[in-house]
């Protein structure tokens, strides 16, 4: 079975707190990761991809760790605006779905 | 910034009827898809499209439901037979490549009573 876990968390950190988030698949031919958050009743938006050599856009940061089967997303200095649900995807094969975990939690407080 | 566009935003239905979800993708995507999310669970993946046919589809997307590309602008998603537990949130989603990120329609809340 074709299974993403993340912890729900949820995560309540102070704003400008350094935040990390952490993911396992199951599925050693998922070729493609994605970070998207969620907010609440709304769409999933693309926050970044994931890639072995580890990749940064601003506050964030992803790596993914292919042999351990494991990504991750870091946010440094978080904003209130950083509050959401941030979802652990992969993606199976050249035209395949998408494979979401549950989701983690953040809240960030002021 | 081009988007994905879904109506309606929210159709509430009586148990057994049918219901169509329609979907925009953005124009120049070729890789269509259709998604649920019931309330406080996680996204899942009904069905994939591409070249006017079913690429994959999933246990979810049985004889009750199908897609359709009428046009060249709309992708739709009908449920025949609706019961209590397709209420959800119906994401659309498309892609250029298929490879890349697929971006998301703001979803259609249907609710069956």
């Known amino acids: 079975r074709k299974e993403v876990e993340q912890d729900p968390g949820p995560f309540n950190v102070p704003e400008g707190a350094t935040v990390a988030f952490n993911c396992t698949y199951s599925?050693?031919?998922?070729?493609?990761f994605f970070w998207y958050r969620q907010d609440c009743r709304k769409e999933p938006k693309l926050l970044m991809s994931?890639?072995?050599s580890g990749n940064e856009d601003g506050r964030f940061t992803a790596q993914l760790n292919r042999a351990s089967q494991y990504i991750s997303l870091l946010i440094r200095d978080s904003k209130l605006s950083d509050s959401a649900t941030y979802l652990c995807?992969?993606?199976?094969?050249?035209?395949?779905?998408?494979?979401f975990g549950k989701g983690t939690k953040l809240s960030v407080k002021p | 910034e081009p988007e994905v566009t879904q109506t309606p935003s929210h159709q509430v239905t009586q148990m057994g009827q049918e219901v169509i979800l329609r979907c925009v993708p953005i124009?120049?995507?070729?890789?269509f898809y259709w998604y649920r999310q019931i309330l406080g669970q996680k996204v899942e993946f009904l069905v994939s499209?591409?070249?006017?046919?079913?690429?994959?589809k999933s246990e979810i997307f049985d004889d009750q439901f199908s897609v359709e590309r009428p046009d060249g602008s709309n992708f739709t998603l009908k449920i025949r037979s609706t019961k209590l537990e397709d209420s959800a949130m119906y994401f659309c989603?498309?892609?250029?490549?298929?490879?890349?990120?697929?971006?998301f329609g703001d979803g259609t809340r249907l609710s069956i009573l």
């Open positions: 989603a498309s892609t250029w490549d298929g490879g890349g990120p697929q971006h």
């Open positions: 995807v992969g993606k199976e094969g050249s035209q395949g779905n998408l494979i």
């Open positions: 994931v890639y072995s």
């Open positions: 599925n050693s031919a998922s070729q493609s």
């Open positions: 124009s120049n995507h070729l890789y």
């Open positions: 499209f591409y070249n006017n046919e079913i690429s994959e």
